[in-house]
């Protein structure tokens, strides 16, 4: 079975929070990065779903 499934699961760094930072900016990043994990929590998903359609049909 392949990886590209596990790979699509990859984790986001966090941003860096330093006493120096914008907040407002820092709550933008961490945004940002919060939508890159969702993204990379469906596509891993359906690439699972693939796989187990796929395993079923016998390919």
Request: one cysteine or more.
């Amino acid at each position: 079975m392949s990886r590209a499934c596990e790979d699509l699961a990859r984790n986001v760094d966090d941003p860096v929070v330093t006493e120096q930072s914008d907040p407002w900016q820092k709550i933008g990043e961490y945004a940002v990065a919060l939508g890159e994990t969702n993204a990379n929590i469906d596509a891993s998903r359906e690439c699972q779903r693939r796989q187990r359609e796929r395993l079923s049909e016998g390919k």
